[in-house]
């Protein structure tokens, strides 16, 4: 595997990217679009672990640290307004494989929000979006009601919780305010609208993964069709997958949107 570090321009300012591939490589490569302020290597590495895999089964790889982030210029736009990161990036891809037929984006959390929201007006021919973003703001303790009804469902099946309750060691004013949250019907936000009107833009194939024990996950699938064809759930609670087990499947699903 052969790991080459290069520049490119987005505007006025140098990003930095790494392209991952094999001696022998196939016509379709792989984006890799980086969530939050995460840098190219991903958490604790991940991205630059499964781009040497997916190099290794001949898909290249371009990985790329966004506008304000790692080792690349400017100003960090937020999640909703990378839409020329993305494309530089995959121009720049493009640039230093001339041979490639198809580039599939795979992106986690924001990056996949991103994705939904930009890829139909950037040139992708596919994407695979993990565990998408669905909040305007960045409140990450807040819980979907269908996940605070399993929460006090767990709880009710505990004989200790029940005797909690029973004994007075459980706080009523906080118990109340949850019981409303649960009984609450979730709301698409207008962040939600414009990703589901960007990916109805979007003429390639899409896959969707979900770690059915991630609090993000459990946040879309609250606002998002439940049967919707392109979802595909893995019983992990890792936001990024992690384990060898969610790892190993995560791989494979990317390996199948390549091929």
Known sequence: MMRRHLTFAC????????????????????????GGREVR????????????????????????????????EGT??????????????????????????????????????????????????GLVLANPWTLETDEADAAPPAALRRRYLAKLANPREVLRLLTGGVN?????????????????????ESMAAGLAHFAGPVTILLATGDRTAQMFEAVWPADDPRIQ????????????????????????AAR
């Not at 781009?51 to 966004?66: E, H, K, S």
């Not at 009523?172 to 962040?191: D, I, M």
Request: glycine share 12%; proline share 4%.
């Open 233 to 256: 759930r893995h019983a992990s609670s890792g936001h990024s997958f992690a384990g060898k087990d969610a790892q190993g499947w995560l791989f494979e699903r990317l390996v199948e």
């Open 76 to 125: 960090d736009p937020g999640f909703q307004h990378t839409r020329d990161d993305i494309a530089a990036a995959l121009a720049a891809f493009r640039t230093a494989m001339p041979t490639l037929r198809r580039v599939i984006a795979f992106g986690n959390c924001d990056a996949a929000a991103a994705l939904m929201l930009h890829a139909g007006a950037i040139g992708l021919d």
């Open 11 to 34: 505007g006025p300012d140098t990003l930095v990217g790494t392209l991952d591939r094999d001696a022998a490589t196939g016509p379709t490569g792989m984006l890799l679009v980086s």
């Open 172 to 192: 009523l004013a906080k118990l109340a305010r949850g019981l409303r949250q649960a009984a609450a019907a979730p709301v698409r936000s207008t962040l939600v």
């Open 41 to 72: 290597a991903g958490s604790w590495g991940g991205q630059a672990q499964i781009a040497a895999r997916l190099a290794a089964a001949g898909i290249p790889v371009f990985r790329y640290d966004r506008r304000g982030v790692g080792e690349s």
